[in-house]
């Protein structure tokens, strides 16, 4: 069955997203740890790569928990996020953890052209809120990757409900993931569901950590 999705426009996520993080100052909506998929990804690097830092990509960096942790490592860390108070809060994070992040560029994830130089490209729930455009950014993420570099993407999925107001978001279908990334070394991939406290509505995820061969 075909999907019809549109493109989100980028002033309506950042008004959003802004809000979410803006409502706060002292909390950490997603907290300030890392997440599971940016633990896992960085020792699936340092396995492969022992003593080599990569050069991390994190689209839709929110407020900065994986940014800062791979910083931490003493990793170069570009973070983009389209939410100026997100990067705000980041920026703040990576202050009093005393960590540099490389860049933090406050962008529409579809202005920013992916680059080759990135060879750990981490997007934690973001790339669903490009709408229609994010098989094809995905696409373009992968085109460009250098053979030999890892892609870290955590997509809503359609197993479980989720949002109360989808808007047009994509959410891929269970598996689709697996799929998109054919060709490529799967080093982990999960299909999950969480419940979200806040609305007592459950949400499903596809994660997948995969390395261009
Ligand atoms: C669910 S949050 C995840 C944040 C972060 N990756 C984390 O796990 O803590 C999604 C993030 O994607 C960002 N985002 C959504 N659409 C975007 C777009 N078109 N360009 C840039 N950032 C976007 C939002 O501002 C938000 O910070």
């Given amino acids: 069955m075909s999907k019809l999705y549109q493109h989100i426009d980028a002033n ?10 803006g409502a706060d100052q002292d909390s950490w909506v997603f907290g300030r740890r890392p997440s599971c998929m940016a633990q896992q990804a960085a020792s699936l690097w340092e396995e492969l790569w022992p ?11 929110g407020e900065g928990r994986d940014s800062v942790w791979f910083a931490s490592r003493g990793w170069r860390v ?19 953890q005393d960590v540099t992040i490389t860049a933090l560029i406050h962008s529409d994830i579809l202005q920013f052209e992916p680059n080759p130089v990135y060879n750990l490209v981490f997007a ?3 790339l669903h809120g490009l709408g229609d455009a ?22 809503m999925s359609t197993a479980a409900e989720g949002p109360e107001d989808t808007g ?17 070394r799967i080093l ?3 299909e999950n569901r969480v419940c979200i406290l806040r609305t007592g509505r459950y949400h499903s995820f596809s994660e997948l950590i995969a390395q261009k061969v």
């Fill in 168 to 184: 047009n978001m994509y959410r891929v279908e269970p598996g689709e993931l697996l799929d998109l990334y054919e060709g490529w």
């Fill in 51 to 61: 003593g080599e830092r990569p050069e991390v990509l994190d689209l839709g960096c």
């Fill in 134 to 155: 994010c098989i094809l950014y995905l696409r373009k993420l992968q085109e460009v990757a250098a053979i030999g570099s890892l892609h870290a993407i955590r997509l």
């Fill in 188 to 190: 982990d991939t999960s």
């Fill in 78 to 96: 570009t973070a983009v996020d389209i939410s100026t108070v997100g990067l705000q809060k980041a920026s703040r994070l990576a202050m009093e």
């Fill in 124 to 126: 934690g729930s973001s």
């Fill in 12 to 21: 309506t996520q950042a008004a959003r997203w802004d809000q979410r993080y």
